[in-house]
């Protein structure tokens, strides 16, 4: 792990998908085995020049992703390195023997794509907006899950997937990011990341939710309390090392996600904390609500998962630990 | 002439055979999927015996073999029978099929098995896979065949026709498909249940080789083969008309034959008639020497 932060967090220039695009691209021109599918969603994904580059090696099998991600095993057995894209939804629920069965179990290796994270769905509605995803494939075994904040990490993750054998759900914001690494940083599967001390309260974060972290931090910094942050990227294995040392060192914890605070971030470092040092925790997350139709602003509130919210767990939290030490 | 007649006997004799240790290895354990275990037992039989495939069990992983993905995984104990003939690996582990931490589980599985190629059981997801195997071989330049194995009740599942679509549209014709069309599943008769009707013309629709006949007789698997052989288009499908149970005297002709409790009784007399047909089918080869 080398990691550079990135002076000011600003929205990058690059969408996600492009960076997904084009370091598939360049990953395809080294290696042979790398191959594409995709079911009918090329063109959202930006991966059409993929499909002119390596027509061979690109497989729209249109809208089946259970088919999709079989071909994509039967691809593997055969040597082949599958990446496989669909919008996150469909990419995990109507996959999910496929997934479970010809990749899992029979321990094949499939890099699966699944876009448009939780409210970033946005416009596309409830039925597009995934906030069970990464809890089901949590409850693969051997599934690597992980979601990436930004175009360099992305980069980077998918450099490694080439190389690595098991099963990886990859789960991607399609659109511009905000910066939060500098390029070049290289990360390990595992292994959260410290984005800035704190002695107080630590929130773990994932995908858009850093940048939201980030910003209670920084605010509740002029009002007197140390709030650190990490950013979880890899949410199944856990790293269950650092989030004991977060617990140890500053006593409370909030994990914040776009998802189901069931069985996604929130869930896995509860099961972390209560078998190594339970401390106060909150969770901020989909409540167990379906999602619904708006833009990306009106469903971080709709689903109080914007800064504020985030601000007034920490401070719950912190009344809760203040409580808990009398 | 006399040549292919005996060659048809030989493999008659060999399918015997291999109904009679898989029915040794049910009766032992007592229960077990015998009815589409029975049914694929001829098409086995020509795949692996009659010099359809390709394969090396001494090199179960070989580069150049043929794939077989017997998707109806449930019928792995046949599979299972004919790989330790071959010499895959012992025939004495036969016995421990479904045992705690054997290598021979109910439903095929590559990593427990050695000579098995692909993981299924979970209905539906076998031909996918096998698409996925096809389209990596035709990357490559390969020649290797994949073949594949569906049951009939499998069809009734949606990802089964997904697969048949994109098989037609990528033109795979190193894939090369069965349908073990026993007319019955788990709970009865399919045309009671979700009827398959004509399973070839559905193919045939779907932009398919697509071929009918009778799953028992090798002179019309071997010709069925070589025609799919031969096609340089289309992924083939040969839907074989068999019998669930087919030569077994407690399974054959019974309705609920999917997976059935097999009493010591059972296998007495299934396993004294399969050597009495084992007798015939000798004399009969002697006769023609």
Known sequence: ?326 | MQRAERKVLELRKKATEVRLTTLEVFGNLGFGHVGGSMSVTELLTALYFGGIMRYDPKNPRWERRDWLIMSKGHAGPTLYTILAMLGFFSINELKTLNQGGTRLPSHCDRNLTTGIDMTTGSLGLGMSVAIGVALGHRLDGKKNRVYLIVGDGECQEGQVWEATLYAAHKGLSNLIAFVDYNHQQLDGYTKDINDLGDLRSKFECFGWFAQEIDGHDFTQIFDAVRSAQDEKKRPSMIVMNTIKGKGCTYAEGVLKNHHMVVSEENTREALACLHEELGRLEAEIKGCM
Do not use: W
Request: hydrophobic share 45%; charged share 25%; aromatic share 6%.
């Open chain 1, 1 to 326: 792990m080398k990691i550079k932060l990135a002076r000011d967090r600003k929205p990058e220039e690059t969408m996600m998908r492009e960076v997904y695009a084009s370091t598939l691209m360049e990953l395809a021109r080294s290696d042979e085995r790398v191959v594409v599918l995709d079911a009918d969603l090329m063109n959202s994904m930006g991966m059409v020049p993929f499909g002119e580059a390596f027509p061979d090696r690109t497989f729209n099998v249109g809208v089946q992703e259970a088919n999709m991600i079989g071909v994509a095993a039967g691809l593997s057995a055969a040597g082949k390195v599958p990446f496989a894209h669909s919008f996150g939804p469909f990419a995990t629920r109507k996959a999910y023997d496929a997934t479970f069965i010809s990749g899992a179990y029979a321990r094949l290796n499939v890099r699966i794509v699944g876009s448009d994270p939780g409210i970033t769905a946005a416009y596309n509605g409830g039925t597009h907006m995934p906030f069970e995803d990464m809890g089901i494939m949590r409850n693969i075994p051997t599934m690597t899950v992980l979601e990436p904040v930004d175009g360099a990490m992305l980069r980077d993750l998918l450099i490694q997937l080439v190389d690595l054998e098991g099963m990886f759900y990859i789960r991607l914001l399609r659109r511009f990011p905000v910066q939060v690494y500098e390029k070049g940083s290289t990360f390990d599967i595992g292994k959260g990341v410290l984005l800035r001390e704190g002695t107080d309260v630590t929130i773990i974060a994932s995908g858009i939710l850093v940048y939201e972290s980030l910003k209670v931090a920084e605010s509740l910094e002029h009002r007197g309390v140390s709030v650190r942050v990490v950013n979880l990227f890899t949410i199944k294995p856990v790293d269950r090392e650092l989030i004991e040392m977060c617990a140890r060192e500053t006593g409370a914890i909030v994990t914040c996600e776009n998802h189901n605070v069931i069985n996604g971030l929130g869930s896995a470092v509860a099961e972390a904390l209560v078998e190594n040092l339970p401390v106060p925790m909150e969770r901020i997350g989909s409540q167990d609500q379906f999602g619904e139709v708006g833009p990306v602003d009106y469903l971080m509130k709709r689903y109080e998962m914007g800064a504020e919210d985030i601000e007034n767990k920490v401070l719950k939290v912190l009344e809760r630990k203040k409580r808990l030490h009398g």
